[in-house]
């Protein structure tokens, strides 16, 4: 199966900053997920996006099928960000997704 | 309702016994997945169905952990003769159908065996 590096594994932020988590793959995917876990453990779907770029809010992600990653940006940071971010990608039209590590997210005021 | 659901939230069992932990998909969701989290750690893949099929098992630990989804909508994740290791969150999530597999996720079920 596809192996799935998030990159870093943690980060401590200010608030009001901007970042970069990324989501490398072994193998190519056909479908990506980006997710914020809260602290509660409630999953939350932030893209779906096996290509090319999307923006909501003060979040965007851009994937690149044929390189194999993937990047969310973060700008202007508040507290409510915190929390561990995931990918996950599916390796064919159907079935597993395999998730990465998690970034570990900490906004400080 | 509108997401996913399960049941119970929190299970505290003794080692030894069997529990049953439920999902309840997005309606009209045709794929459903089992995953597992310890403290701490990310996702491992459980189980996939596709409607009342399970053609991805390959997760699943051992023998002790089956599943079974019926009708197309919910599904019961089974672990007989609980082991310590076993205590994590259980996640479910669905996905509309084949090629187009955003997944959502449910609360979870907690379980701490003793």
């Known amino acids: 199966g596809i192996q799935v590096e998030q990159s870093p594994p943690d980060l401590i932020l200010q608030e009001g900053a901007n970042s970069t988590l990324r989501c490398n793959f072994s193998?190519?995917?056909?479908?990506l997920q980006w997710f914020h876990q809260n602290p509660w453990g409630q999953l939350i779907n932030l893209f779906y996006?096996?290509?090319g770029t999307k923006q909501n809010g003060r979040l965007s992600a851009t994937t690149v099928a044929t390189e194999r990653y993937s990047l969310l940006y973060i700008s202007s940071s508040q507290t409510t960000d915190s929390g561990v971010y995931f990918c996950?990608?599916?390796?064919?039209?159907?079935?597993?997704?395999?998730f990465g590590a998690g970034t570990q997210v900490v906004v400080t005021p | 309702g509108a997401g996913v659901s399960q049941s119970p939230s929190n299970k505290v069992t003794e080692k030894g016994k069997d529990v049953e932990l439920r999902c309840d998909p997005i309606s009209g969701h045709t794929a459903l997945y089992w995953y597992r989290q310890s403290l701490g750690q990310g996702l491992e893949f459980l189980i996939y169905f596709q409607g009342n099929s399970a053609p991805d098992k390959s997760g699943l630990p051992s023998d002790r952990f089956s599943a079974e989804r019926t009708g197309g909508s919910v599904s019961t994740l089974t672990i007989q003769r609980t082991q310590q290791e076993d205590s994590a969150v259980y996640l479910c999530?669905?996905?509309?159908?084949?090629?187009?597999?955003?997944?959502?996720f449910g609360p979870g079920t907690r379980l701490t065996v003793l």
């Open positions: 996006i096996p290509s």
């Open positions: 999530a669905s996905s509309l159908k084949r090629g187009y597999n955003e997944q959502f």
């Open positions: 193998d190519s995917v056909n479908n």
């Open positions: 996950a990608g599916q390796a064919d039209s159907w079935g597993k997704f395999q």
